[in-house]
């Protein structure tokens, strides 16, 4: 069963921006309020990176490489969390998805998310 679903990746231009949306459809308000969630992309031939992680409480970290440029949010209301990504490079070109996780803080660990999305596709042409 799909419980995350990610959105609003598309081709862009190399400093544009684009916002990520992830919308968890099963967790009910109160599991995703309590949720760790993260952001992961993939590039071809490549391993999966970490991109960012938000705690329950609003606790961020990003990977170095996005830092300066993406933004991660959510809103509990939504069962939603963002990815704001700004000044968009090439190398930024990946399928994206988000992981939701039931530990207690971030972490950018992808053994502690269980729950994954089917990814959306970012492409940035340089």
């Known amino acids: 069963q799909v419980t995350l679903e990610e959105s609003g990746g598309g081709l862009v231009q190399a400093g544009d921006s684009l916002r990520l949306l992830c919308k968890d459809i099963?967790?009910?308000?109160?599991?995703?309020?309590?949720?760790?969630m993260g952001w992961f992309r993939q590039a071809p031939a490549k391993e999966r990176e970490f991109v960012a992680t938000?705690?329950?409480?609003?606790?961020?970290y990003l990977n170095d490489s996005v830092r300066r440029r993406f933004t991660i949010s959510r809103d509990n209301s939504k069962n939603t969390v963002y990815l704001d990504m700004n000044n968009l490079r090439a190398e930024d070109t990946a399928v994206y998805s988000c992981?939701?996780?039931?530990?207690?803080?971030?972490?950018?660990?992808?053994?502690?998310?269980?729950?994954w999305g089917q990814g959306t596709q970012v492409t940035v042409a340089s």
């Open positions: 992981a939701r996780s039931d530990y207690e803080d971030i972490t950018v660990l992808e053994k502690y998310y269980a729950y």
């Open positions: 099963v967790a009910s308000g109160h599991t995703f309020g309590r949720s760790t």
């Open positions: 938000i705690s329950k409480s609003g606790r961020t």
